[in-house]
């Protein structure tokens, strides 16, 4: 099992760019969660879904839309990347009535330039 | 709405002492208390956790303590180790079919050698 994946690792964007960050869990998880993780800093949710279709804002959800066609993909889109969301990214995938650990993707390193 | 405090934010100590770090949660229907490790440039990865049925429990070095009363949790990281230097976060989680996992703001920990 690869678990949680994220696509890409890195990435650098100019400002107004926009982009698409995906992650994909073979878990069968229901839930999937977005985070970003500025330097030193703790995780702050940005979007979240608790099943396929459905999709719901965290504590920062401005500069970004989020899509959950299949239960084993969540994906992150910033329409038009501003400075301020240079970041890391991390996906995270959750059993609903499991055990209750989360589990993370290795993180997106995304810089705007 | 529903937070975790944690304490304290940066902690350095000398290797082979102890560690200590707190937490404290405010939704009392929380029944899962995670301890995440985040190594630099790493994923955040589970250590170590307690259900609310139990008080303390123990892996080698590290052990979590649980007061359901007074809604405080810690995390014990004896004889520390320069391997020990990383974020480490707390979490609250109700295992019952909610979304809601709530992280501390994470503590630095620093072994000196």
């Known amino acids: 099992n690869a678990g949680v994946t994220q696509t890409p690792k890195f990435r650098v964007l100019k400002t107004g760019q926009s982009m698409t960050l995906l992650c994909a869990q073979d878990?069968?998880?229901?839930?999937m969660y977005w985070y970003r993780q500025d330097p030193g800093m703790g995780l702050r949710l940005i979007h979240y879904s608790v099943g396929e279709g459905t999709t719901a804002k965290g504590e920062v959800p401005d500069g970004y839309n989020v899509s959950r066609l299949k239960k084993q993909n969540f994906l992150l889109g910033l329409e038009s990347a501003a400075p301020s969301q240079t970041s890391v990214y991390f996906c995270a995938s959750l059993k609903r009535g499991g055990t209750g650990e989360q589990f993370f993707g290795p993180g997106t390193r995304l810089t705007v330039l | 709405g529903e937070n975790v405090e944690q304490h304290p934010s940066t902690l350095s100590v000398q290797e082979g002492d102890s560690a200590v770090i707190k937490c404290t949660y405010s939704?009392?229907?929380?029944?899962?208390f995670p301890w995440y490790k985040q190594e630099l440039g790493k994923r955040p990865q589970l250590i170590i956790d307690i259900r609310s049925n139990v008080g303390e429990k123990k892996d080698q070095r590290i052990a979590v303590t649980l007061n359901k009363t007074a809604k405080h949790f810690s995390l014990h990281i004896t004889e520390t180790q320069p391997e020990d230097s990383a974020v480490y976060f707390c979490a609250a989680y109700y295992t019952s079919g909610t979304y809601k996992y709530i992280f501390g703001t994470g503590t630095r920990l620093k072994v000196l050698a």
């Open positions: 878990m069968n998880h229901e839930y």
């Open positions: 939704d009392s229907a929380s029944n899962y």
